[in-house]
């Protein structure tokens, strides 16, 4: 497993919910990505994918304020994390893996839409994603009243509307982040913490991949006398 270093500056505040003017006035997720990348102080800088960025400043509001700095450590590492729209949609799919098991029945039923739309997009565009498609039929599978709705609505939407635009991705990521908050589960942040922490590692193995390690070079074999 790749080893990551992060850095986090001692003279930045503690994470707080919603928007600051300055930093005087503290710091959201994303405001301190902005100020990482060397970008002017926002909360939607041009660093970051813009769903990834979406469920960063979602979960920075929904998280309980005494677990919203175990957060601090995946803000660098978002720090140049984009690319194209499938970036998005894994993020999306990532989200919504998460959530299904544990958010109410109303908000299943769309999220189980969303991780079937979203798994055969991906799988059509050729994105790397085996490994989270396979934890999304499971996560299918222990939730079937959810996934038989999905198939009926999508069996009738799809016709009407074939593409899954960013906003839709964004969406998803809405619905999942707040089913995870309001979910009667015993620990919700722990959940919320974990989905963000997953969605990075989904994101970075495509934009930053591992390096291949070189084929050990073989020793000529001595020549028969």
Not at 183 to 208: F, K
């Amino acid at each position: 497993m790749r080893q990551r270093t992060t850095f986090v500056p001692d003279v930045m505040p503690h994470l707080s919910a919603g928007r600051h003017r300055n930093p005087r006035r503290g710091a959201c997720f994303m405001e301190f990505a902005s100020y990482l990348a060397g970008e002017r102080w926002s909360d939607h800088p041009a660093c970051t994918d813009r769903t990834l960025a979406a469920l960063a400043r979602g979960e920075n509001d929904l998280v309980a304020d005494n677990r919203r700095d175990e957060l601090l450590t995946l803000i660098p590492r978002v720090v140049g994390l984009k690319g194209g729209h499938d970036l998005g949609l894994l993020v999306s799919l990532r989200t919504a893996v998460v959530a299904l098991p544990i958010a109410s029945m109303e908000r299943q039923r769309v999220l189980a839409a969303g991780v079937m739309s979203l798994s055969a997009l991906l799988e059509t565009a050729g994105t790397p994603s085996h490994a989270i498609r396979s934890e999304a039929q499971s996560a299918l599978d222990a939730v079937p009243d959810a996934a038989r709705w999905a198939r009926t609505h999508i069996q009738m939407v799809s016709p009407r509307y074939p593409h899954l635009d960013t906003i839709s991705a964004e969406l998803i990521v809405a619905t999942s982040v707040v089913g995870v908050a309001r979910a009667c589960v015993p620990d919700p942040d722990e959940h919320l913490i974990r989905m963000l922490r997953l969605a990075v590692d989904d994101v970075e193995r495509i934009v930053r991949p591992a390096p291949t390690a070189p084929e050990p070079v073989q020793a000529p074999s001595a020549a028969l006398v």
